[in-house]
């Protein structure tokens, strides 16, 4: 199967995005918000949206890359590059501002599942900082000469999902007693920065030293 990236590579994506899964942000503070105000099946259909954005993300990014490696190697290490200083932006932004996560209780009308997946859908599809993020995040864990570089970024992609889709099943049904106790202990919600920050540094750093040699 050579569309599984190795184990090495396999176990750091796993990671980063299980840290990524659990950093409070705008998919978190809608699931959060929807289970307080809808109940937890409507939340769940939120998180189903939210999947099926990463889904279109993945499509895009995987081909688009593909497209760009075939057209020229030296852009596709250019775009590793700018991936890689804006995943150090993104841990430095993260210790300077912190998580955001906050979630007010209101009451909704309860909508259908169909329109609680169109709003995870839209928010994740229309968000800019997702669309980035996965066209810098994603090409860290493949080469530009591997000829399997179109099946693992799809893999990843759908890997990502994977990993993050429980996570974010789980915030649902702890939604009452996590919205409350992140916003009471900041201490944990700074630890969660940083270990974010630390996490996406090394990745910049491992990838600026690879493409200096």
Known sequence: MDFVPSLPTLLAFAAASLLLAATPGPDMTLSISRALAQGKKAALFVVVGTGLGIVVHTLLVAFGISALITASPTAFLVLKTGGAAYLLWLAIQ??????????????????????NIATGFSVN???PKVVIFFMTFLPQFVSADDPAVTGKLLFLGFFF???????NALVVFAADWLAA?????????RAIDYSFAGVFSIFAVKIFLTQAR
């Open 181 to 189: 106790w992140l916003q009471r202990n900041k201490r944990v919600m």
């Open 94 to 115: 993260a210790i300077r501002f912190g998580s955001s996560l906050s979630v007010t209780k209101v009451t909704e009308a309860k909508g259908t599942a169909l329109s």
């Open 125 to 127: 599809i229309l968000n």
């Open 161 to 167: 999902i994977v990993i993050g889709m429980p996570v």
